[in-house]
């Protein structure tokens, strides 16, 4: 499973690079605050027989994706015989190709962050809430593929409710930190996160530890949100300019940091927030 909220860089990464990442960021703070009560009268508000149609025909118009590890594979087995120019000509595709996609991101809505939607019992899952779950599904694959809306069920809920926001002090100063600042601070920002990794510094290593903390926490939804509501800041910030995946990991990582910032080393946690932190207005 690539996507999980434990693992949520990966969906932040792939919303990053997808033209209504923006919107999918926002959607998913409203899944985000979904709970046993609203998926109830979400479920009682719709015909059953409809909303699966719905589900089904949503699924349906999204298109195959090649995702980053199978072009990497396929990259791998070129190089062979093309050498390192298999690698510098796809360069580009993989930069661009999403991790999950669309596929990953329907199991994920269903199997972690609807979970409380389903009754687990001897090997077997019911949906408690079925035609919650396919209104939810329904239009998130609607804003994935950018319309047209085939339900409107999703889209009504959103303006009529609350999503999920941020609570913990810093996580909040934060976020609004991001909201008000500028583009060149943030390309400044992934400037840093560039010089960084080529001095040596691991990203991965980084955000490893701080992803296991936040998990060891019981902090993973907060910090999910916060993920979400970061991204949204920031491409509502670059426009219809392709956002530098340095930037991306900039603030990836000081999200991440800041919400277990009690429990990281002090290195990790300089680390992980300086290329961000140094450069916000």
Excluded at 141 to 159: C, H, I, K
């Amino acid at each position: 499973m690539m996507y999980s909220v434990v693992n949520i860089a990966a969906v932040v990464r792939d919303l990053s690079r997808h033209p209504h990442g923006g919107a999918l960021a926002r959607d998913l703070t409203h899944v985000l605050s979904l709970d046993l009560a609203a998926l109830a009268e979400m479920d009682a508000g719709a015909d059953p027989n409809g909303a699966a149609r719905l589900a089904e025909q949503a699924i349906a118009r999204v298109t195959a994706e090649p995702l980053a590890l199978e072009l990497l594979a396929a990259a791998r087995q070129v190089s062979d015989v093309a050498g390192l120019a298999a690698w510098t000509s796809s360069i580009d595709l993989l930069e661009r190709a999403p991790l999950g996609g669309a596929g990953e991101l329907h199991r994920w809505l269903r199997d972690e962050l609807l979970e409380i939607g389903w009754q687990h019992g001897d090997g077997i899952s019911l949906a408690r809430f079925p035609v919650a779950l396919d209104i939810v599904c329904a239009g998130m694959l609607d804003t994935y593929v950018g319309g047209p809306v085939v339900d409107t069920s999703w889209r009504r809920w959103v303006a009529s409710h609350e999503p999920a926001t941020v609570t913990e002090p810093a996580l909040l100063q934060l976020v609004a930190r991001l909201r008000a600042t500028c583009r060149g601070s943030l390309v400044a920002a992934g400037t840093a996160m560039r010089a960084a990794r080529a001095a040596g510094w691991s990203w991965a290593a980084a955000m490893h530890d701080a992803c296991w903390a936040v998990e060891l926490t019981g902090r993973g939804r907060e910090t999910a949100v916060a993920q979400l509501e970061a991204l949204a800041a920031v491409i509502d910030i670059a426009g219809p300019t392709p956002l530098d995946p340095e930037i991306v990991s900039a603030v990836t990582a000081a999200v991440h940091a800041t919400a277990v910032a009690d429990v990281l080393t002090g290195e990790t946690l300089t680390d992980l927030r300086r290329p961000l932190l140094a450069h916000l207005g």
